[in-house]
């Protein structure tokens, strides 16, 4: 569904600028013709620098240093180029470019599940799933669906997701999940009381506090932070403070100048989610950084 929607607003913000574009060029009015398309088809920049302007604000956090003006522009500019890839082609034209993975060519190896956030899909994940699947190490991303349902309706596709890595390869998978998705899996932990069907857990930017989380915590059992690596930053435009993506008893590690979808693309992320896939080959970090940065040509 999200990929429908995401395709609709694509090619209708396309047709509007080219409308637009040859409508004005018909009248010789060149100037419109050619700022109307741009305003549509960039303006976006200037919703991302209000979110950037809000953080600036309102996201100071006494535990965590504020971030200099220097790496809100670069990370601005980051989510710049970044949104359209991911909102404008991988999500809604390539969602199903790469299908998931549940064989290991390597002996013992331990699969990954990929988790989206909110208004995002599966194609979220597809330099990541292109470069697990070139070195054997199976994975499952998930599509979270009803994709406005309620954080708890997602646990079954969860679990799913899981069942399938175990029976696969015989081990506990390692979670990979961004935004809204960390708090899917923290309930799907919880509430099923899977902590032993997990054997790392790894959140981007997923904001760890707030009133449905007070209800979670009840559930939860105290050890289970102590298997989650937490990624967080100082210039995340969703998430702010940046505390709010901190987990008490988790590893939490702090991703400087990289915004909110841009983190799942950090490579500090990607190295740390290899070294908890062992046994695995030595070069599959290189790989996985490279195809993380790649554009995707077809």
Same mark, same amino acid.
């Given at each position: 569904?999200?990929?429908?929607?995401?395709?609709?607003?694509?090619?209708?913000?396309?047709?509007?600028?080219?409308?637009?574009?040859?409508?004005?060029?018909?009248?010789?009015?060149?100037?419109?013709?050619?700022?109307?398309?741009?305003?549509?088809?960039?303006?976006?920049?200037?919703?991302?620098?209000?979110?950037?302007?809000?953080?600036?604000?309102?996201?100071?956090?006494?535990?965590?240093?504020?971030?200099?003006?220097?790496?809100?522009?670069?990370?601005?500019?980051?989510?710049?180029?970044?949104?359209?890839?991911?909102?404008?082609?991988?999500?809604?034209?390539?969602?199903?470019?790469?299908?998931?993975?549940?064989?290991?060519?390597?002996?013992?190896?331990?699969?990954?599940?990929?988790?989206?956030?909110?208004?995002?899909?599966?194609?979220?994940?597809?330099? /990541?799933?292109?470069? +697990?699947? &070139?070195?054997?190490?199976?994975? %499952? $991303?998930?599509?979270?669906?009803?994709?406005? !349902? *309620?954080?708890?309706?997602?646990?079954?596709?969860?679990?799913?997701?899981?069942?399938?890595?175990?029976?696969?390869?015989?081990?506990?998978?390692?979670?990979?999940?961004?935004?809204?998705?960390?708090?899917?899996?923290?309930?799907?932990?919880?509430?099923?009381?899977?902590?032993?069907?997990?054997?790392?857990?790894?959140?981007?930017?997923?904001?760890?506090?707030?009133? /449905?989380?007070?209800? +979670?915590? &009840?559930?939860?059992?105290?050890? %289970? $932070?102590?298997?989650?690596?937490?990624?967080? !930053? *100082?210039?995340?435009?969703?998430?702010?403070?940046?505390?709010?993506?901190?987990?008490?008893?988790?590893?939490?590690?702090?991703?400087?100048?990289?915004?909110?979808?841009?983190?799942?693309?950090?490579?500090?992320?990607?190295?740390?989610?290899?070294?908890?896939?062992?046994?695995?080959?030595?070069?599959?970090?290189?790989?996985?950084?490279?195809?993380?940065?790649?554009?995707?040509?077809?």
């Amino acid at each position: 569904m999200i990929a429908r929607i995401q395709q609709f607003a694509t090619l209708s913000l396309l047709g509007f600028a080219a409308g637009w574009a040859c409508f004005f060029a018909y009248r010789d009015c060149y100037a419109l013709a050619s700022a109307g398309p741009l305003l549509v088809l960039f303006g976006y920049g200037t919703f991302l620098a209000t979110e950037f302007c809000l953080l600036f604000v309102f996201g100071a956090d006494e535990t965590i240093e504020r971030p200099a003006l220097f790496q809100l522009v670069r990370a601005w500019w980051g989510e710049f180029l970044r949104a359209p890839q991911v909102f404008c082609w991988r999500q809604p034209f390539r969602s199903r470019r790469e299908p998931d993975s549940v064989q290991s060519t390597l002996p013992g190896q331990r699969g990954v599940v990929l988790v989206h956030g909110f208004f995002c899909n599966r194609g979220l994940w597809n330099p /990541w799933m292109s470069a +697990l699947r &070139a070195h054997g190490i199976p994975f %499952v $991303a998930v599509n979270l669906e009803p994709p406005f !349902g *309620s954080i708890d309706d997602y646990g079954g596709v969860i679990d799913d997701a899981v069942a399938r890595i175990e029976a696969a390869t015989g081990n506990t998978p390692v979670m990979v999940a961004h935004s809204m998705g960390g708090l899917a899996v923290r309930g799907w932990l919880a509430k099923s009381d899977a902590a032993e069907r997990v054997h790392r857990v790894v959140t981007i930017a997923s904001p760890h506090h707030g009133t /449905w989380l007070r209800g +979670l915590g &009840a559930l939860e059992r105290t050890q %289970v $932070a102590t298997r989650f690596i937490c990624y967080y !930053g *100082s210039c995340d435009n969703i998430v702010f403070p940046a505390s709010s993506a901190i987990l008490a008893g988790a590893d939490n590690r702090h991703l400087a100048a990289t915004a909110h979808v841009q983190m799942v693309y950090h490579p500090d992320i990607l190295e740390s989610v290899l070294k908890c896939l062992e046994p695995m080959r030595e070069t599959a970090s290189g790989a996985i950084r490279s195809a993380a940065r790649a554009p995707e040509s077809r």
